[in-house]
T-cell receptor, first 116, second 113 residues
């Protein structure tokens, strides 16, 4: 089946620094990818829809200047958390949508971000 | 805005017991419905999906779900669980194929050997 990877799997950074998380579709092309945030013991919250070659669409309440999304190719989307704060610590998950059939989303393994 | 409710936050059962997880959604229009599973330490995987047609959907690993439009429900079932079914289960809804997903809160299932 379709495989989505994320890098890094874990990252620790200091407050005020920026962190970039990569999401790659390994064996298929994805015009559309999604970024989610998962809080401990809670469900996934959609942050934004990443569209190849155009601007991302952010969900209400998500700061687009803080969470920069770049979808530069059909297999790669990046999420950059700028000027990170401890409250940004979370589990970030991406998904990539196949463009045929049922347009299913395949999920990456997630990235654990800890801001100290 | 659409919302998805999963009534059980935690379920504990023994092997061979039957499992049913509830899922209700709020959107009144045409929806696509999904159940995802997240095994410990692994990423989300699709168990099954409903787009149209037969409201009883069969998925992988012996799971099935029934779409009842009048009840806005899409409950997940498995007649006989195994220890390996220990995982977190998420119901999700989208308004159209490929559209963004709204997830329920998840249900943690623990199957005791």
């Amino acid at each position: 089946g379709a495989v989505v990877s994320q890098h890094p799997s874990r990252v620790i950074c200091k407050s005020g620094t920026s962190v970039k998380i990569e999401c790659r579709s390994l064996d298929f092309q994805a015009t559309t990818m999604f970024w989610y945030r998962q809080f401990p013991k809670k469900s996934l919250m959609l942050m934004a829809t990443s569209n190849e070659g155009s601007k991302a669409t952010y969900e209400q309440g998500v700061e687009k200047d803080k969470f920069l999304i770049n979808h530069a190719s059909l297999t790669l989307s990046t999420l950059t958390v700028t000027s990170a704060h401890p409250e940004d610590s979370s589990f970030y998950i991406c998904s990539a949508r196949v463009e045929v059939g049922g347009y299913e989303q395949y999920f990456g393994p997630g990235t654990r971000l800890t801001v100290t | 805005a659409q919302s998805v409710s999963q009534h059980n936050h935690h379920v504990i059962l023994s092997e061979a017991a039957s499992l049913e997880l509830g899922c209700n959604y709020s959107y009144g229009g045409t929806v696509n419905l999904f159940w995802y599973v997240q095994y410990p330490g692994q990423h989300l995987q699709l168990l099954l999906k409903y787009f149209s047609g037969d409201p009883l959907v069969k998925g992988i690993k012996g799971f099935e779900a029934e779409f009842i439009k009048s009840k806005f429900s899409f409950n997940l079932r498995k007649p006989s669980v195994q220890w390996s079914d220990t995982a977190e289960y998420f119901c999700a809804v989208s308004k159209a194929a490929g559209n963004k997903l709204t997830f329920g809160g998840g249900t943690r299932v623990l199957v005791k050997p």
